[in-house]
């Protein structure tokens, strides 16, 4: 069975350019997770979606950041404009219910410059 | 609102030496437990979880924690550690009795030494 796949791996960008992220999560799973993960920082839920629906969205900076997830299975978390300060590890995690784990892809180390 | 607390931020042992990294959570309701492994340049993996019954769980890699109510810890141990432990490690609560959002610590690093 395939993991969560997310992509790119890095990317690096400059100041004020818009960045996409992309994940796949496990095939079934019905919640989706976005977490930010600064240097030496356990990570942060940016949000959470059960099918297509936001259900939990209340730390995303929603000035700078969007996300979506068509269909209920993949996703993409956006940023646009890009600040210095957004230069962290993007990790994306599944799960199959209430009980479950939680399943983590690689992550997406973005460095903004 | 629930949070963790990992006192360690860095835990350096000799190889086959026993290891303790310590997790100490605060909530007003019950909750669930986690520890997670993170090694280098991958995701996060589970170790072991804490859902009810026995307080000692047992999880991958010779890993086990005790969950301890009165104190509010969730300590994970292991009796013999292997350079292949190298990691690093983090504690996890739930909000109340549901796994769909739970709260990380800041992590542990631990470095085992040959």
């Known amino acids: 069975e395939a993991g969560v796949v997310q992509s790119p791996r890095y990317k690096i960008i400059e100041k004020k350019q818009p960045v996409a992220f992309w994940c796949n999560p496990i095939?079934?799973?019905?919640?989706l997770y976005w977490y930010l993960q600064n240097l030496g920082q356990g990570p942060e839920l940016l949000i959470r979606?059960?099918?297509?629906?936001?259900?939990?969205d209340s730390q995303l900076p929603k000035d700078r950041f969007s996300a979506e997830r068509l269909k209920g299975v993949d996703s993409t978390l956006k940023i646009q404009p890009a600040e210095l300060g957004d230069s962290a590890v993007y990790l994306c995690?599944?799960?199959?219910?209430?009980?479950?784990?939680?399943?983590f892809g690689p992550g997406t180390r973005l460095t903004v410059t | 609102a629930q949070s963790v607390t990992q006192l360690d931020s860095q835990v350096p042992v000799f190889e086959e030496a026993p290891v303790e990294l310590r997790c100490n959570y605060s909530?007003?309701?019950?909750?669930?437990l986690f520890w997670y492994v993170q090694y280098p340049n991958q995701g996060l993996q589970l170790l072991l979880k804490?859902?009810?019954?026995?307080?000692l769980v047992k999880g991958i890699n010779g890993f086990e924690a005790e969950f301890n109510k009165s104190q509010t810890s969730f300590h994970l141990r292991k009796p013999s550690v292997h350079i292949s432990d190298t990691a690093e490690y983090f504690c996890?609560?739930?909000?109340?009795?549901?796994?769909?959002?739970?709260?990380f610590g800041s992590g542990t690093r631990l470095s085992i030494r040959p």
């Open positions: 996890a609560v739930s909000e109340g009795y549901s796994a769909s959002k739970i709260i």
């Open positions: 979606y059960e099918n297509e629906e936001a259900v939990d």
């Open positions: 909530s007003s309701v019950s909750v669930y």
């Open positions: 995690a599944s799960s199959p219910g209430d009980r479950g784990e939680q399943y």
């Open positions: 804490y859902l009810s019954g026995s307080t």
């Open positions: 095939s079934g799973h019905n919640t």
